[in-house]
């Protein structure tokens, strides 16, 4: 059996790579920067000449997203990938639920409690529908 912080650093692996094939696929040149504790995940060469980047946060089940080391909220050239697989990790044949959602558009997502932050995902279901596989809005 797998220990939890090995799973849980698998699904961080697991959810940044898995971003940037879909980017790769959809023909967006993407880099993966390197680290442990980094705010900037992919950076992204826009076919205009300009940039942005990416924050990753995947889980493995329905959860919400630990949001405790997220710092940028107000640039709209920053984006927060927000990846679940659904309880369904282990199987490579499903594809993980995917919201796009700009970093100056978060805030109304997160939920502070008493010793943590979250993206909060019922939140996110419920008033998130223009930001599920909005991949486009990268390209631009």
């Known amino acids: 059996m797998m220990k939890?912080?090995?799973?849980?650093?698998?699904?961080?692996?697991?959810?940044?790579?898995?971003v940037l094939s879909a980017l790769y696929r959809l023909g967006v040149?993407?880099?993966?920067?390197l680290g442990n504790k980094?705010?900037?995940?992919i950076r992204i060469l826009r076919e205009s000449g300009g940039s942005c980047t990416i924050d990753v946060k995947g889980v493995a089940g329905p959860y919400d997203?630990?949001?405790?080391?997220?710092?940028?909220?107000?640039?709209?050239?920053?984006?927060?990938?927000?990846?679940?697989?659904?309880?369904?990790?282990?199987?490579?044949?499903?594809?993980?639920s995917v919201?796009?959602?700009p970093s100056d558009k978060l805030t109304p997502f997160l939920?502070?409690?008493?010793t943590r932050k979250d993206v909060y995902r019922a939140l996110v279901k419920k008033d998130g529908d223009k930001f599920k596989n909005a991949w486009g809005q990268l390209k631009d």
Do not use: C, M
């Open 111 to 114: 939920k502070q409690f008493k």
């Open 29 to 33: 040149e993407a880099q993966l920067t």
């Open 65 to 96: 997203w630990p949001a405790d080391n997220i710092k940028i909220l107000d640039k709209p050239t920053h984006f927060y990938i927000l990846l679940s697989f659904e309880g369904k990790i282990s199987d490579p044949l499903v594809s993980p």
């Open 38 to 41: 980094k705010s900037v995940d």
């Open 99 to 101: 919201w796009i959602i």
């Open 4 to 18: 939890k912080s090995r799973l849980s650093y698998n699904t961080n692996l697991a959810s940044e790579f898995w």
